[in-house]
């Protein structure tokens, strides 16, 4: 069985920090391509990042570009998000998928972003 389970996420105020965690089994972690999403209250999915199988080759929304940071251990089949700069619309519940963003995906963490 395929799954995902993100943590990490919490209240923070604007400017500050988290990180996520996603760890998976089920699958074949260093094959395939990871990628967050979130989704904010009241609105659809957004992509933010992917990161590849093999050379780990990095994607980043322009909207987090330069302030989040995806990275996987591909030894312990877990994917993470680093989020710094926050601001009160990063506000949102952050999924982490397999392969795409319409892929598989977790039950998300929430993160909240107070002004």
């Known amino acids: 069985e395929v799954r995902l389970v993100e943590s990490g996420g919490g209240l923070v105020q604007a400017g500050g920090s988290l990180n996520l965690t996603c760890v998976t089994s089920?699958?074949?972690?260093?094959?395939?391509?990871m990628v967050w999403a979130r989704q904010p209250p009241g609105k659809g999915l957004e992509w933010l990042s992917t990161?590849?199988?093999?050379?780990?080759?990095?994607f980043y929304a322009d909207s987090v570009k330069g302030r989040f940071t995806i990275s996987r251990d591909n030894a312990k089949n877990t994917l993470y998000l680093q989020l710094t700069s926050l601001k009160t619309e990063d506000t949102a519940m952050y999924y982490c998928?397999?392969?795409?963003?319409?892929?598989?995906r977790g039950q998300g963490t929430q993160v909240t972003v107070s002004s």
């Open positions: 998928a397999k392969d795409s963003v319409l892929g598989k």
């Open positions: 089920g699958f074949s972690f260093p094959d395939v391509d």
């Open positions: 990161i590849t199988l093999g050379t780990g080759t990095t």
